[in-house]
């Protein structure tokens, strides 16, 4: 008889930085620009330019408990309920640390002479505006796909919902990412579930379905947690 799998842990605060940085990493790496940029140091340094707005995610989900690492630490996903009030934790903790950052920034440009760090400022977060609205748009389904998946949306049932999302990899490792998510549909989330995801690419569509998810509207897709798993 087969072991039951353990039901993941969250992960801690001192794993905040890995995960933003497993965030910035994967999103980069497969946005628009990401694909054109062949250099490893390049993709590090667009990728450490976005590290700071998913430094952001990671706290708001790690906070409440709701991020999850898998036991390689080079996957990750977030798997939270919807409207939880632990998620209350996660805002607040994501506002207090904009503004311990922001504080000593903001003395420092009245304390410099000049515009020279305003307008540096500025420049830098134009920049990183248009790199996150490019990470974070994803690609579209083709015409051809459109039309194949138009019979198979389903409108998401009602009940208890919880979202699974930022499932992210490290470029060029295993995919422990899809691990960790079977797993936690398997053990972490209560049975009877309905479990809302949002795929960033057509290919990650494609890999939901192959995991028994039902699309729904645009780049939506449901999952039933079943009362009995099937064995791994």
Do not use: C
């Not at 989900?61 to 991020?67: R, Y």
């Not at 009245?110 to 974070?136: H, W």
């Not at 194949?148 to 470029?171: C, F, N, V």
């Amino acid at each position: 008889m087969t072991a039951p799998t353990p039901s993941p842990r969250p992960a801690r605060w001192r794993d905040i930085p890995l995960a933003a940085w497993i965030l910035s990493r994967a999103f980069t790496n497969e946005s628009r620009v990401g694909r054109r940029i062949h250099s490893r140091r390049l993709a590090q340094l667009h990728a450490l330019a976005l590290t700071p707005f998913y430094l952001l995610i990671a706290i708001y989900s790690t906070v409440p408990g709701h991020l999850y690492l898998d036991p390689s630490r080079t996957g990750m996903a977030v798997a939270a309920p919807r409207r939880s009030l632990r998620s209350l934790a996660g805002g607040v903790a994501a506002i207090a640390f904009l503004v311990t950052v922001g504080l000593p920034l903001n003395l420092a440009s009245r304390l410099e002479p000049g515009y020279v760090l305003e307008l540096g400022a500025g420049v830098v977060a134009t920049l990183s505006a248009a790199l996150l609205f490019d990470a974070m748009i994803g690609r579209r389904h083709s015409r051809r796909d459109r039309k194949r998946l138009r019979p198979l949306r389903r409108k998401i049932p009602a009940g208890e919902r919880w979202d699974l999302m930022m499932l992210a990899q490290l470029p060029d490792t295993e995919p422990a990412a899809a691990r960790l998510a079977r797993t936690l549909l398997r053990t972490g989330i209560p049975p009877g579930v309905v479990v809302t995801a949002v795929a960033h690419s057509a290919e990650l569509h494609t890999k939901y379905m192959r995991h028994g998810f039902t699309p729904a509207r645009g780049r939506q897709l449901f999952y039933i947690v079943p009362t009995h798993h099937p064995a791994p």
